[in-house]
């Protein structure tokens, strides 16, 4: 009888593993792979590619994208804006409040698109707080626009409307923001890389954070603990273009990750903790 060609299930098997080992290498080495690299470098249909990619997912070494994949502390994935209101939710009070105590009466500030940042809004029409908000949030719009009082002076940051994230982004948002100066601006991110560089998951949205920080006279970071143990796919700026970071709910087990953030000129708040509320920047 002619000898077969075909492989064994286990040969087939060795090469799958094989060759999915050597695609975590190059996302390793590269932050990201597409469908189209694993066909030509491994001479694979772009279904095995895509099967690859899926099973590497399911193993927790990447995160599919539309086209390939990235590591996953890379991730383009972003949730939306209902979604996040239903996470962190104590912590985000708990910034919101901190960021309120700082603001004074009269001033300008810059919220963004964070629900942080709509906790906030939320605080400051609940205290009557007569201030000036300009927003790329249209949460944020509705909230004050919908408060009859009118204490709260609103100026909306218009341009392409992202449905995901309900906030304004583009060039023309952005080139709203720039013909405005804020005493404060308010702002989440995504995650912070351990170099201390903010991240975002979409990069529209990064520029209009960027924008945001360049344009006021005191930037306040609001994360909770979640957020430095991530990092998304565009980069905004390092954290020293920020005054301070606020941060609440860090566990105890990931306070290493402050080192990220604690670095000279920037002042760190831990409003959780009781027996250290504050950590002054080195000078």
Known sequence: MPKSNRKAPDDRLRLAEGRREAITELLQAQRAVTVG??????????????????????????????????????????????????????????????????????????LDSSTTAYHLAELLIREDRPVTVVTNSLPIVDLIASNARETIELIVAGGQLRRISRSFVGPVAVESLRRHWTDRAFLSVKGIAPDGT??????????????????????????????????GLSVIGPVTDCTDVLVAGLATENEDLLAAIDVPGVTVRRLDREDDPTAEASA
């Open 37 to 110: 690299e694993i066909e030509e470098r491994f001479g694979v249909s772009p279904m095995t590619a895509r099967r690859d990619l899926a099973e590497l997912e399911r193993q927790g070494q990447a995160r599919r994208t539309h086209g390939g994949a990235v590591l996953p502390s890379t991730s383009s994935h972003e949730d939306s804006f209902t979604a996040r209101m239903a996470t962190a939710t104590a912590a985000k009070r708990l910034l919101a409040t901190a960021a309120a105590a700082t603001v004074e009466d009269g001033e300008a500030l810059f």
């Open 198 to 231: 903010l991240t975002d998951a979409d990069p529209l949205e990064a520029e209009v954070k960027r924008t945001m920080i360049a344009q006021a006279g005191h930037a306040t970071l609001l994360v909770d603990g979640g957020k430095l143990d991530r990092r």
